[in-house]
């Protein structure tokens, strides 16, 4: 009997090892299967998230033409088929901006910033798993895209000397601001040749003739048209003996304008807004006319007749003929007129009022508020705007608060030869004493030389890289325009500079971050200014402030000399060079 029981129970156990080994067969099989399956899970994920990144990429860059969402969408569809992604293999592609979602929490932010959204959901064909009745698995993907806003404050020159290629009226020898600015208020300009460039031939709406600032507010304006006012904004400041943003000051109220943009409705407005306001900046004409002329400021007097008499006269010389010099100190610089042969006045030059009476010890006169180039005070007033920080790197007495996007990128502008001669700290004037007697005036006549605050001989370009280098420690992107007729000037007297110099100031790897070793100066101080507010300064707040990543923030310094064909040119690719960003 037990025999037959063992016997039993042994046919049993064999018949239960089969089973088992069956059993594990197909869990191991089930096993490799679903790791299959969810590999082809996992790498369909992974190509759809590319296609939906580059398609949400590709539908940010067309904020650039104030877009349309049907563009948009269509942008974003195109890179979706370059990967594969289509209606026959896609159950639902979603590509919305608030305008086409209003209300949507996600997009529709304040204030508002430009994202796209693109949601795409595939079903995922399973092959091992469809054994057990699962054919297929759900994924979706969502890509949140972000062209950058941008706040950009235009900074333009507008001292004279943007009138150097204005046209020259009846008897004059030079440029007169005060006329080529009441030029051509509704058309061409009558004067022959006619100073119209080619793309603005033809009543071109713009007030005034003074070239080359006229091809600077027609480029600005190029500008400004390609930016999209529902969210970007842009201010202007103009800069000539002191900054201005479109305050006023008693009666008088100064071109440019604060950044305006970012409207929701109606963006048009405010993109016409900043247009009218650069199409009717003028070149700086001081005070207006002075009241005296050119001859007034050698005349002298005749003790017993009162009578003027000038240079030639037979007693000219005679020391009881005392001199005359006409003086207002309270005056702006204004434009002084000489007398011509034919007895007409013409335009001589700028003329300083508070320089006019000598000191009787004949030592140099304070030059400091004649000055009219003040890049410092510039930077400072369009860094304040941008960051709502209005009086701590310039006075600027503007009746307004800045409202501050820090998420916005933010940008300055430069156009300007660079070769300052003004600025005015929280001390006063940057205008060194040992300077007021010679040219140049308030700067040392070394590019490379850079003196620290404090130091006596701390001029007016010592101000602008001390500005240049506040405006790189708040991530500012800075792009300068080297532009004008005196840009190669050199101080030093050897001739112009080459305009395919590479200014030192721009590679800043030198061990003293105040010197720039150069035995003999190559680029002129304009060159060397400019390079450094779009490059060097980044790069030297980096290195000795402790800031890492300001290089990031580096510009691009442009040297077009006196082409002002070129501008345009130039503010196209700076354009495109302010590039989306991918946020989630």
Known sequence: MNRYLNALFSKRENGQILVIMGLIFIGLIAVIGLAIDLGLVFVAYSRLNRAVDAAA???????????????????ARQLL??????????????IDTCKSLPGDPELCTTPRRKLVRVIVRQNVPLYFMSVVGIKSVPIEVRALSEAASLDVMLVLDNSPTMAYDAPIGEGLNVADPMICNAMDPFGTSPATPPYDRPYTAGPDGLPGECHPFESVKWASIRFVQRMNFEFDRVGVVVFNKLPHIGETEGSITHSGIPLYGNVTSNPEIAQATVIDAIKNMKVYEGSGRCPWTLADKSAKIDPYTGEEIFPGHPSYWDPVFAPKHPNDPSRDPCSVYAI?????????????????????????????RCTLTNLGGALGLALGSLQGNMGSYYNARVPFVPQIRKESVWVIIVVSDGRINAGYDQDGPTCPPYTWGRFPACRDRNPYLRNPKGDPKYDAEDFARDVADIVAEN????????FGDDLYTRDNGTGPASP???????????????????PSPACSTGQELLGYLAVGAPKKVERYNGKPGASNFAGTFYDIGNDPDQLERVFLDIYNKLTTKLTK
């Open 81 to 94: 088929n370059l990967n594969g992604v289509n209606n026959t293999n896609t159950t639902l592609i979603q």
């Open 500 to 518: 395919n110099c590479v200014p030192a100031s721009t590679t800043y790897n030198m061990a003293n971050p105040f010197v720039i070793p150069a």
């Open 340 to 368: 011509g042969e034919n007895g007409a006045p013409y335009y001589y030059d700028v003329d300083c009022p508070n320089t006019n009476i000598p000191n009787q010890d004949g030592s140099p006169l304070d030059i400091s």
């Open 57 to 75: 990429l590709a539908a940010t860059g067309e904020f650039k033409r104030n877009y349309q969402i049907n563009e948009m969408r269509a942008a």
């Open 475 to 482: 991530s500012v992107f800075t792009f300068t325009i080297g």
